[in-house]
């Protein structure tokens, strides 16, 4: 099992910059392939970003490329999304999620083994 625990989701001002953290434990946090997703109000769960065991694979979703940042310690057994240059369609509930490996399968919440129980980002205008 692996638990994950989201933070730092607030409100924020189109423009502006957060940093989402993703703590875990349990399992051996390098073993797994993680990933950001997001949720919108009346909308489907959405890939963001996803970032292989030592950081050396990463795929972003277009809508977030050059704005969102995924790193991860797996010293600290921490993910994190730094996210800049908001804007209001960025707002929903982010969460992260793990897999045990990278590949094709990294943008379909469902091939996800764990899931965190998400922070709020809400972007004003």
């Known amino acids: 099992q692996v638990q994950l625990v989201e933070s730092g989701g607030e409100l924020v001002q189109a423009g502006g910059s957060l940093r989402l953290s993703c703590a875990a434990s349990?399992?051996?946090?390098?073993?797994?392939?993680m990933g950001w997703f997001r949720q919108a109000p009346g909308k489907e769960r959405e890939f963001v970003v996803a970032?292989?065991?030592?950081?050396?694979?990463?795929n972003y979703a277009d809508s977030v490329k050059g704005r969102f940042t995924i790193s991860r310690d797996n010293a600290k057994n921490t993910l994190y999304l730094q996210m800049n240059n908001l804007k209001p369609e960025d707002t929903a509930v982010y969460y992260c999620?793990?897999?045990?490996?990278?590949?094709?399968?990294?943008?379909?919440?469902?091939?996800?083994?764990?899931w965190g129980q998400g922070t709020q980002v809400t972007v004003s205008l």
């Open positions: 970032i292989n065991w030592n950081g050396g694979r990463i």
């Open positions: 349990g399992r051996t946090f390098s073993d797994y392939a």
């Open positions: 999620a793990a897999k045990q490996n990278y590949n094709s399968d990294i943008y379909y919440p469902a091939r996800y083994d764990y």
